[in-house]
């Protein structure tokens, strides 16, 4: 196939092609508010409303639409009572939490979805919402300003199998560096990555936002790359998966959630500043309003695939896992993108 896919709609319609903190304060924060305990309810609609509840990561700032959306009344809008949960900041723990029924659906990256799927995880793909929400980042001193500089240095990141940490690797390989051999990767805590970079410790960094755009700032990092540029150009990051059982009885619900997250990151990428002013006003997540404002409006908003264009997507994703040897090289990844999605809007 080839290496860069559209995968996109248009900000008019639906198409069917188409901070500065740490995460313990962050999450401190969210339990004295009471956030992590309590799911945060939809408003209710006239009629009969089908009752949903979604997972999500609320110190993300990638996830703000999400929220927006319930207390906005988004949801409810499109005949859906929204009940967010929060599964934790491990991407496979919120993948968990659908298959084994705690939640019916949920926000998650692409990277974090393709081995379990591959596995047999009983969820369906069927809506994206944007590109962009993943950076390396160099010190200003180490020389550092393509990929191919970085041969011999160290890459600090919060986990050995981090969806950052899979997306450079990936960018690596294509960039004709050993992934594994020609850079050394440094396993940190979450809420150290950037710190380890200013002492010195390492030379770069891979990372989510809003840390990574965050770390930018307080380093005075240079971004190397992101998960918009170079061989990423038209990937999505996120995307929204469903228990397939939960899919099989309220496949009209599902159609109606894609509707409603496409809506939600057009509002997102035109009016970037509601947005971030309701997340930080809500959720407290530890960083200015101007920083999530600015983060959010440097994502790809309008990237959100369906049907074949986010086939494509998984594909093309699974290429690149299989690339860096996470997938089983025998794996059929045309075959796999086609099982785990489903095309919603058909």
């Not at 408003?43 to 929220?67: D, I, M, Y």
């Not at 940490?165 to 805590?189: C, I, M, T, Y």
């Not at 090289?329 to 058909?346: F, G, K, S, Y």
């Amino acid at each position: 196939m080839s290496d860069r896919l559209p995968g996109k709609t248009g900000a008019a319609g639906i198409s069917r092609r188409g901070f500065i903190g740490t995460a313990g304060a962050l999450g401190a924060a969210a339990v004295a508010g009471g956030l992590l305990a309590n799911p945060l309810r939809g408003h209710a609609t006239a009629g009969n409303a089908t009752k949903l509840r979604l997972s999500w990561t609320e110190f993300a700032a990638c996830h703000s639409p999400v929220a927006f959306g319930v207390a906005e009344g988004v949801y409810a809008k499109h005949g859906l009572d929204v009940e967010l949960f929060y599964q934790g900041a491990s991407g496979q723990t919120l993948i968990q939490s659908i298959a084994t029924d705690k939640t019916d659906a949920g926000a998650g990256l692409l990277y974090d979805w393709v081995k379990p799927l591959e596995q047999g995880l009983d969820v369906r793909l069927f809506v994206g919402s944007h590109g962009g929400c993943t950076r390396l980042l160099a010190a200003k001193d180490s020389g550092i300003e393509k990929l191919e500089d970085l041969k011999g240095r160290k890459i600090a990141s919060y986990d050995v199998a981090s969806p950052p940490k899979h997306s450079f690797q990936v960018a690596l390989a294509k960039a004709g560096l050993d992934p594994e051999r020609d850079v050394e990767w440094l396993n940190v805590p979450f809420d150290l990555v950037g710190e380890v970079v200013g002492r010195g410790e390492a030379d770069a960094l891979a990372h989510l936002d809003p840390w990574a755009y965050a770390h930018k700032k307080k380093f005075d990092l240079v971004e190397v790359y992101n998960t918009q540029s170079g061989v990423f150009d038209g990937a999505v990051c996120c995307v929204l998966g469903v228990n397939a059982n939960f899919l099989e009885a309220n496949r009209d619900a599902v159609r109606r959630l894609a509707e409603a997250n496409i809506e939600l990151h057009e509002l997102a990428a035109a009016d970037p500043d509601r947005v971030a002013d309701w997340f930080v006003k809500n959720l407290n997540p530890g960083f200015p309003f101007e920083d999530i404002r600015d983060n959010i409006a440097s994502w790809d908003n309008h990237n959100h695939p369906i049907g074949k264009a986010l086939v494509d997507q998984v594909e093309w994703a699974a290429d690149d896992l299989a690339l860096i040897k996470v997938l089983d090289p025998t794996t059929d990844r045309r075959e796999l993108a086609e099982r785990v999605t489903v095309d919603i809007l058909a």
